[in-house]
Each structure stands twice: as C-alpha cells, then as structure tokens.
T-cell receptor, first 109, second 114 residues
Framework: GQQLNQSPQSMFIQEGEDVSMNCTSS?????WLWYKQDPGEGPVLLIA?????ELTSNGRLTAQFGITRKDSFLNISASIPSDVGIYFC?????????FGQGTELSVKP | EAQVTQNPRYLITVTGKKLTVTCSQN?????MSWYRQDPGLGLRQIYY???????DKGDVPEGYKVSRKEKRNFPLILESPSPNQTSLYFC?????????????FGPGTRLTVL
C-alpha cells in the first residue's frame, strides 16, 4: 500500500528553538494533514492543507503542501515544553488517511 | 461534549480468547474507522465504515472484524487474538471523508495479547 516517509523519527531540542519535520511520498495526495498526539491520548488535528503550494499557519505552527503534491513540511517556532508529543503527517486519498511513522518531539526547559 | 469513546482503555488477554473493543461517537458522524499504532509504523488503518451497514477493509484487516449496525457504534472484534495484535488501537470518526472534515480520535485502547 501507499507509504509516507516522515523524518526525523525523533528530536531533542531546547525550549525556544525552532523545529522542522517533513513527509514525502511516492503517491500524490489531495490533502495533507498534520496531527499531534499527546502522551496517553489520541491524535488531534493541527493543520489541514488542501492545495498544492499552500502555506498555512496556526499560531507558532506553519505547514506547507508541496508543489508536487507528494510532500509536506511542518515548522514549529519558538518551541515550548507543551509542544512535547508525537507529530504525524497524513495524506488523504478518496476514502482513507495514510499516516507517516511519526516524529517524537522532546523539549528541554 | 462531542467525543469518541472507546472501551476498555486497557486490556490484557490470552491468545485465542475472543474480545471486542467498543467505539461510540455522539456527533452523528457518517464515517468511522479503526487504526492500530505501533512504534516506528505510525497509524495503520484496519477497517473503516462510510455509513450504517457499509464497511470496508483498510491496510491491515487480517485477524479483525467490525460491524456498523448503528450510526454511533463501530465495535472492533478480534475472534482469535494473537500476540502480533498487541498494539495501541484508535477509533476515529468524521462527518464524512471529504477534504474539509476533521477526523476525531478516541483516547485509545492498549491491548496486550499473551
């Protein structure tokens, strides 16, 4: 089946640093989504991208839908301790979401 | 409060003992789905349902069954669990699977099969 390659798998950063993670695929997606999973909870949607080239912000988060429709990135600026968690990209096909492997973010105060 | 609920949250069982994980949503959503989450693999879809009595296989359906007799409920059934089904399971729902409809996830069920 389709796969998304998400990198990096984990990041250990200092509070205040910026973070960047990305997803690539061999398939074209109509929609790219970014989710965050806090420890012990289900994923929650952060940002949705609907058009190739689209750049969308949500507070300190910025995400872009790649021009080729096969990739997306998520940036977090000025990280804070509550940014800790697992971040997932997801590409949407007609009837399903395909998830990346996740990026586990640790923030040191 | 709009939510997706799953029960149980934690379950330890033995190989071959049938079990059911329940999922319920109170948002009148058409689309429901089950995922399993394993380290390094992200979330993989097991089954999904576009509406009552309409279910279809996801990417990893082997060893699982589902039913959708009512709109709000979408139970996951393991007829004969095996250790490779030890995982963290999430149920999710959305209004439909159109591009602008967010999927809401339940809190997860951690299953251990001995």
């Amino acid at each position: 089946g389709q796969q998304l390659n998400q990198s990096p798998q984990s990041m250990f950063i200092q509070e205040g640093e910026d973070v960047s993670m990305n997803c690539t695929s061999s398939s074209i997606f109509n929609t790219w989504l970014w989710y965050k999973q806090d420890p012990g909870e289900g994923p929650v949607l952060l940002i949705a991208l609907y058009k190739a080239g689209e750049l969308t912000s949500n507070g300190r988060l910025t995400a872009q839908f790649g021009i080729t429709r096969k990739d997306s990135f998520l940036n977090i600026s000025a990280s804070i301790p509550s940014d800790v968690g697992i971040y997932f990209c997801a590409g949407q096909l007609v009837r399903k979401l395909i998830f990346g492997q996740g990026t586990e973010l640790s923030v040191k105060p | 409060e709009a939510q997706v609920t799953q029960n149980p949250r934690y379950l330890i069982t033995v190989t071959g003992k049938k079990l059911t994980v329940t999922c319920s949503q109170n948002m009148n959503h058409e689309y429901m789905s089950w995922y399993r989450q394993d380290p390094g693999l992200g979330l993989r879809q097991i089954y999904y349902s576009m509406n009552v009595e309409v279910t279809d296989k996801g990417d990893v359906p082997e060893g699982y069954k589902v039913s959708r007799k009512e709109k709000r409920n979408f139970p996951l059934i393991l007829e004969s669990p095996s250790p490779n089904q030890t995982s963290l399971y999430f149920c999710a729902s959305s209004l439909d699977l159109g591009p602008i409809n967010e999927q809401f996830f339940g809190p997860g069920t951690r299953l251990t099969v001995l």
